[in-house]
């Protein structure tokens, strides 16, 4: 290497930065910290990586700690693999994955292993066993206390399989994903020491500086702040001034990234770097192959822009001066500070696997919370800002623009496959199933939020949620509690219900002339176990509307400020004890046009034909099924 790193030099230097960073500590919580100091060097032709790093650990916790774990991903693509026996043995497996890990040769297998592992310089034990390396301290860390561990590893990119490889379908050379012995979370609930099975990740909040020795012609991009600039070229410089090197020259990018849980990058020799400034944001980078497929990314800038100013509108800035868009991987997939995005496909779904990816980066890598364990809290979230955010892009203005997540929520209800939410990412019992009770019920839990809450209410909560947790792992209460305290509402009927179970909503109405024929009763009617408040709106023959709003009691309140421009009649609470529910309007039926549950779309109600009078049967005005979850303009 070019620019080697005295490991034992840089300790002090390290220590004084985990003393002033301990002081942003939030005072009613504790988050472990470590710093990386990492130099790799890779091998274009044998595919193979060495590496050293220093690890500075601190233990905020209250606990002391006698054992550690490290993350060592590249070894689940070897045949016999966690990874490959649940993609074989599952009943509707990845067609990313499949078999093709067992078939995988010596030279083709990703594998990790650490070399040498010391403890304050100190050898300690330590066994692999699979994607986790098991260690033995050779001193207990106390409350408190630091520990540097200093390790020498080895690796071996696998040939892309999923997330992370070489020689994707598109031809990127190198994603180096998951590349590094990653130190695992310790929290209140202990050590997150997840085998590498197929799903997300969790990590320790830290700083890293990184130094990657490869091929000169090759450029790189990824996770963290370049150092050296003026000494690498590819892009970072104007053509002009960019360095000239033999073929065969190797090149060391020095790259530092302070406060993320993962450093991730990509390199590949045909690679065209562009960049775009957000107004008042990030640098976005841009790396892409110089290819056929290169015109659609030429077209991705400033609808990125976009999506970042939007995102600062709808949440909260985005914190770090830089982002980068890659292409790379086998799909798309969220990293630190970029995200890796298979790109053979056409400009639309470029542009909305970017937003999905780029808006991981509000709720997987500034707010981070446990994705293995709640990954609803991190895709579903994603997944309704990432049909806002496209909504807006095409200048749609509908009605729901999360009406997708309806239908592929009541598909996966009438289907019977629909798994309880709170299930543990690894351990859903099909791809499906996970899909729907994180990406989807997560997404649509916001929805039913902003239902519940009101829109106003709500958007003033998500952003204090994002401005008051960031870089803390927030977990399902913090959420809830947010909202609660925006709302003014008791809502942990709702987390209990939409997480902790597979019930549903389903309200349906019956309307009738009264007796004497001078007025109209409506008949609500429960027929699913999750209860909710109701909106109602009445619209006359005349064109006059009226909005009944129906408290559910255990809320303990009503919404405020709604997106309805009317005035609204409250009436009594409905205790959720009770299966029905009778109004009496004072006009008589055939004055009116439409009586209807949920006007605007956003509870998810499982069968919305039964939430309109007349019968949806019977109305030859009626909307189709996808109009009738909102696919229609405000």
Not at 73 to 84: H, I, K, L, T
Not at 127 to 143: K, M, Q, R, S
Not at 256 to 274: M, S
Not at 604 to 615: E, G, I, K, Q, S
Request: aromatic fraction near 12%; charged fraction near 20%.
């Amino acid at each position: 290497m070019n620019a080697p790193v005295c490991f034992a030099g840089i300790r002090a230097g390290i220590l004084f930065l985990f003393i002033a960073s301990a002081t942003f500590l939030p005072a009613q919580s504790w988050q472990q910290r470590v710093s990386y100091q990492i130099e790799v060097s890779l091998d274009v032709t044998s595919h193979r990586y060495t590496g050293k790093a220093a690890l500075v650990y601190t233990n905020h916790s209250p606990d002391t700690l006698r054992r550690a774990f490290f993350h060592l991903f590249n070894n689940a693509f070897q045949p016999g693999s966690m990874m490959d026996q649940r993609a074989r043995n599952i009943s509707d497996p990845d067609r990313r994955v499949g078999d093709r890990i067992s078939q995988l040769g010596p030279d083709e297998i990703g594998y990790l292993h650490v070399k040498d592992l010391h403890q304050n310089g100190v050898a300690v034990s330590a066994t692999e066993v699979g994607t986790i390396l098991e260690v033995d301290l050779a001193h207990p860390i106390l409350p408190g206390g630091v520990a540097v561990f200093d390790l020498d590893f080895e690796g071996q990119v696998p040939v892309q399989i999923r997330r992370s490889g070489r020689d994707n379908r598109e031809g990127v050379a190198y994603t180096m994903t998951q590349w590094y012995p990653k130190l695992c979370e310790y929290d209140a609930e202990g050590w997150h020491a997840n085998p590498y099975v197929g799903r997300e990740f969790h990590g320790v909040w830290g700083d890293f500086d990184v130094r990657i020795t490869l091929d000169s012609a090759y450029t790189v991009g990824g996770t963290g702040y370049l150092q050296n600039p003026e000494e690498i070229g590819h892009g970072y410089l104007p053509a002009g001034q960019a360095p000239q090197r033999p073929a065969g020259d190797q090149l060391t990018w020095h790259f530092v990234a302070p406060r993320v849980h993962d450093f991730a990058w990509a390199a590949d020799p045909d690679y065209v770097h562009t960049t775009a400034q957000v107004p008042g944001g990030p640098l976005l980078h841009f790396f892409f192959q110089d290819n056929q497929r290169a015109e659609k990314w030429r077209q991705l800038p400033p609808y990125a822009v976009a999506m970042f100013e939007m995102m600062r509108e709808a949440v909260g800035p985005y914190p770090y001066e830089q982002y980068s868009v890659i292409e790379g991987g086998d799909g798309g997939m969220e990293y630190a500070m970029c995200t890796m995005i298979n790109s053979s496909r056409g400009l639309g779904s470029l542009l909305s696997t970017t937003a999905h990816e780029a808006i991981h980066s509000w709720f997987q890598h500034v707010l981070a919370t446990n994705e293995s364990l709640y990954p609803w809290m991190d895709e579903g979230f994603t997944s309704y800002y990432d049909a806002w955010v496209m909504d807006r892009i095409y200048g749609m203005n509908l009605l729901n623009p999360q009406y997708l997540d309806y239908l592929n929520y009541v598909d996966v209800v009438e289907s019977g496959m629909e798994e309880v939410s709170a299930t543990h990412a690894d351990h859903y019992q099909t791809n499906h199933g996970y899909a729907r009770g994180s990406y989807t019920k997560g997404s649509l839990l916001l929805s039913n939020l902003n239902y519940v809450m009101g829109e106003a209410a709500f958007q003033r909560g998500m952003r204090r949620y994002y401005t008051e947790w960031q870089f803390r792992h927030p977990e399902p209460r913090d959420f809830k509690r947010v909202m609660e305290k925006e709302s003014g509402l008791e809502l942990d009927w709702l987390f209990q219900y939409w997480i902790g179970t597979t019930h549903t909503i389903d309200y349906g109405l019956e309307v009738a002339e009264t007796v004497d024929k001078r007025g109209t009763q409506i008949t609500l009617t429960r027929l699913g176990a999750i209860p909710m408040p109701i909106d109602l709106l009445v619209t006359y023959t005349d064109g006059q509307q009226e909005w009944y709003y129906l408290p559910l009691r255990i809320m303990r309140g009503k919404k405020g400020a709604d997106r309805y421009e009317l005035p609204r009649q409250v009436l009594p609470d409905w205790p959720w004890t009770q299966p029905s529910y009778a109004l009496t309007l004072e006009r008589p039926l055939d004055e009116i046009t439409s009586v209807e549950i949920d006007p605007s779309y956003r509870m998810a109600d499982v069968n919305r034909r039964n939430n309109r009078y007349p019968d949806p049967k019977k109305d030859k005005a009626y909307r189709p099924v996808w109009e009738s979850y909102g696919a229609v303009p405000r």
